[in-house]
């Protein structure tokens, strides 16, 4: 996501958000050539290519996250059910 885009915390408002700049950006790439939205699409694949380990590393750090905040969650739900 870029960094100019503050993502809302409600989940229904940010996927709202994306998907109305996507069909806004739709609008704008219709008529463009085919060659050139295929050169786009090589960019940006190349672009994540080149941020891959980044990518990855902080995807690892988020599933750890998740991970770690799920055992606190079961481990209170247990806690709590005694």
Do not use: Y
Not at 36 to 54: F, W
């Amino acid at each position: 996501m870029p960094d100019n885009l503050n993502p809302p915390t409600d989940i229904h408002a940010l996927v709202q958000s994306l998907g109305e700049a996507a069909r806004s950006a739709s609008r704008v790439l219709a008529p463009a050539p085919t060659a050139l939205k295929n050169q786009a699409l090589e960019a940006a694949a190349e672009a994540l290519g080149d941020r891959e380990k980044t990518i990855l590393a902080a995807n690892a750090q988020d599933v750890k996250g998740a991970r770690a905040e799920g055992a606190r969650s079961r481990s209170s739900r247990t806690r709590s059910a005694r």
